[in-house]
C-alpha cells in the first residue's frame, strides 16, 4: 500500500490539464488545428532563437502551457471552484471586474486560479480565469430576472459530492494515491464537458438579449470549459499560418503592438468556434435540434511582468491608442501603437529595469561550469539586449572566496502570469453574436476583491506581491551566497 503512486498537486494540475486539453480536441477540432501550429511556432522559435527562447519559460513549460476559461453563477459555485483547483496547487490571484472594463461589458466579475510559487510555475503553469455572474447589477438585470437567476441557479448542482470530497482530501493531503487521483480526474474533467441536456429555450433567450454570456451561464444547468488557450513565442506568426489556414481571426491581435522593445505583459487573439449543435425545449414543450457559437479558439504569448508605475504607464498608453484608433484600420491602430510604445517604453530590457517598470530576479553564477553561458533556460540574460552589460555587472569582490572567480549577477525577466481586464473584455466581446444590453443609467452591485474573497472563503492574491515577493526571493538567495545584507 505504501508503495502505491501517489499524485502531489502539481502532478494533479498538469494531468487535469492534459485532461482537458484532450477532452476539448475531441469537443472542438480546430482547437487541434490551433495546437498544431503552435507547436510548429514555438518550434521554428526554438530554432531560430536558440536559448534566447527559452529566457521567459523553458521550451518544455511553454509546450505544456494552457489556460482555460470557466464561468460560474454563483457565490456557492466559485467557492466549490476553488476548493477542485486547490486540490491542483493552484489559488485565485487577482480581481477582475469585467462589467466596465471597457465600452464592451459583461455582467461577470472574474478570478484567476493559478500556481503561485516560482517553482509550481515552472513544473506546470496551468492557469484557469474564473468569471461569476452578478446578478444583482441592476444595469443589467431587472430584479424580476435576479430573483429568477437566483431560483435557478440555486437548485443546480455543477460539482457532484464525491468529487468535492476528493478535491478536500487532495488539498488536506497533499495530493491523491493513484486510484482516488484517478477517479477525481475524471470526475473534474467530466464537470467541465459540454452538456447535451435541452435547454430552456425562452429562459435563455431572455438572457441572452441581456448579455450572451448571461445566457451561457445562467441559462442552463451545468458549466463548461468556454476555451482552453496554448502560448506561442510568436503570436503574429501564429496569426498568419492560421490565416494561411483559413481559418478567421478575430481582426485584432489584443494588448501591446508588435514592436522592437521588450514583450510585456500578454498579447492574445481568438477565432470564433463554428456553431456546435445544441437541443432547446421549446415553450410548447417540444425538443428541438439549434445551434449555439459560444466556444471559441484563443492563444496567447506572455511577456514581462510590469511593476505598479509599468503597468499605470501600460494603461496610460492603451487608453491613448483606444482614443486615437478609433474607427481606424487595424495597420493604422499598429502604427500608433508603436509610436505610443516607443514614447511610453525603453527598447531594451536593462532600461525596462533600471527605470523600475518590469520585474527582473538575479541569480548568481559562476564564470565557470554550473549555470555558465550555455547553461539551460532562463540563463542568457542580457541576450537579445543591448549587449546586456547591467546584467553581467560583477558584484565587486564582496564576499567572493579567495582564489575563486567573482561570481556575475545574471538578471532573468518574470514571466507575466496573469490576464489583462481589457484583453479579456474584449475577447468576451469580439466572439459574441449578440451586442447585449446594458442600461447605463442603472446602479450596479458593489463588488471588489474583499467581496470575491469571502465568497471564495480563502484569500486573494494580489499579482503585483506575488512577482515582487520572486523578486526579493532571488536577492536574498543571492546575499546570503555573498554574505552580504540585501539591499
Ligand atoms: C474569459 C475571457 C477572459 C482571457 O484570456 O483574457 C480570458 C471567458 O471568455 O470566459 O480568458
Ligand atoms: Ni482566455
Known amino acids: 500500500m505504501s508503495q502505491e503512486k501517489f499524485l502531489e ?17 475531441k469537443e472542438v477540432p480546430a482547437y487541434t488545428t490551433l495546437l498544431e501550429v503552435s507547436h510548429e511556432v514555438n518550434a521554428d522559435f526554438v530554432a531560430t532563437h536558440g536559448a534566447d527562447a527559452e529566457r521567459l519559460g523553458s521550451i ?26 486547490g486540490a491542483m496547487g493552484m489559488h485565485p490571484v487577482g480581481f477582475y471586474d469585467l462589467r466596465d472594463a471597457s465600452s464592451s461589458s459583461v455582467p461577470v466579475i472574474s478570478t484567476a486560479f493559478r500556481p503561485v510559487d516560482r517553482d509550481e510555475l515552472a513544473r506546470n503553469p496551468f492557469r484557469v480565469f474564473t468569471s461569476m455572474l452578478v446578478p444583482g447589477d441592476r444595469r443589467f438585470f431587472t430584479r424580476d430576472q435576479e430573483r429568477r437567476l437566483d431560483e435557478f441557479l440555486g437548485a443546480r448542482r455543477l460539482f457532484g459530492p464525491e468529487l468535492l470530497r476528493l478535491a478536500d482530501r487532495a488539498e488536506a493531503e497533499g495530493g491523491l494515491p493513484a486510484v482516488e487521483a484517478a477517479e477525481f480526474l475524471r470526475l473534474a474533467t467530466q464537470a467541465f464537458e459540454l452538456s447535451r441536456e435541452p435547454v430552456d429555450q425562452a429562459w435563455y433567450r431572455e438572457l441572452e438579449a441581456v448579455s450572451a454570456v448571461a445566457a451561457d451561464i445562467g441559462g442552463i444547468t451545468s458549466t463548461h470549459i468556454n476555451h482552453l488557450t496554448p502560448r506561442v513565442l510568436d503570436i503574429d506568426d501564429l496569426y498568419a499560418r492560421m490565416t494561411a489556414r483559413g481559418i478567421t481571426m478575430i481582426p485584432a491581435i489584443q494588448g501591446p503592438p508588435r514592436w522592437e522593445g ?14 456546435e449543435p445544441r437541443t432547446f425545449r421549446t415553450p410548447d414543450g ?8 459560444v466556444r471559441f479558439g484563443e492563444v496567447e504569448a506572455r511577456g514581462i511582468a510590469l511593476t505598479r508605475a509599468g503597468r499605470a504607464a501600460y494603461d496610460t498608453a492603451v487608453a491613448e491608442l483606444d482614443e486615437r484608433a478609433a474607427g481606424t484600420t487595424e495597420a493604422e491602430r499598429q502604427r500608433i501603437g508603436r509610436e505610443i510604445w516607443h514614447r511610453t517604453f525603453p527598447v531594451t530590457e536593462t532600461a525596462l529595469a533600471d527605470q523600475g517598470l518590469g520585474y ?3 541569480e548568481l553564477t559562476s564564470d565557470d561550469g554550473g549555470r555558465g553561458d550555455d547553461g539551460g533556460p532562463g540563463v542568457g540574460a542580457g541576450r537579445g539586449d543591448d549587449g546586456g552589460s547591467a546584467s553581467h555587472d560583477r558584484p565587486g569582490d564582496a ?8 561570481p556575475r549577477v545574471i538578471r532573468t525577466p518574470v514571466v507575466y502570469e496573469d490576464f489583462l481586464p481589457r484583453s479579456a473584455a474584449g475577447i468576451f466581446q469580439s466572439n459574441l453574436t449578440e451586442e447585449g444590453a446594458k442600461d447605463a443609467g442603472q446602479t450596479g452591485a458593489e463588488r471588489d476583491d474583499d467581496w470575491m474573497a469571502g465568497a471564495l472563503g480563502r484569500d486573494l492574491n494580489d499579482p503585483f506581491e506575488l512577482y515582487a515577493r520572486q523578486v526579493q526571493r532571488s536577492l536574498q538567495a543571492a546575499a546570503t551566497t555573498l554574505g552580504v545584507a540585501p539591499e
Open 286 to 293: 417540444q425538443v428541438v435540434e439549434d445551434s449555439l457559437r
Open 399 to 406: 564576499g567572493a572566496p579567495a582564489g575563486a572567480r567573482a
Open 360 to 362: 527582473f530576479t538575479y
Open 9 to 25: 498537486p502539481w502532478q494533479l494540475r498538469a494531468a487535469f490539464a492534459r485532461s482537458l486539453s484532450d477532452m476539448y480536441g
Open 60 to 85: 518544455d513549460r511553454v509546450t505544456a502551457e494552457r489556460h482555460g476559461a470557466i464561468r460560474v453563477g454563483t457565490p456557492v459555485e466559485i467557492a466549490q471552484v476553488a476548493r477542485i483547483f
Open 262 to 275: 521588450p514583450d510585456v505583459l500578454l498579447r492574445q487573439t481568438s477565432f470564433r468556434a463554428l456553431a
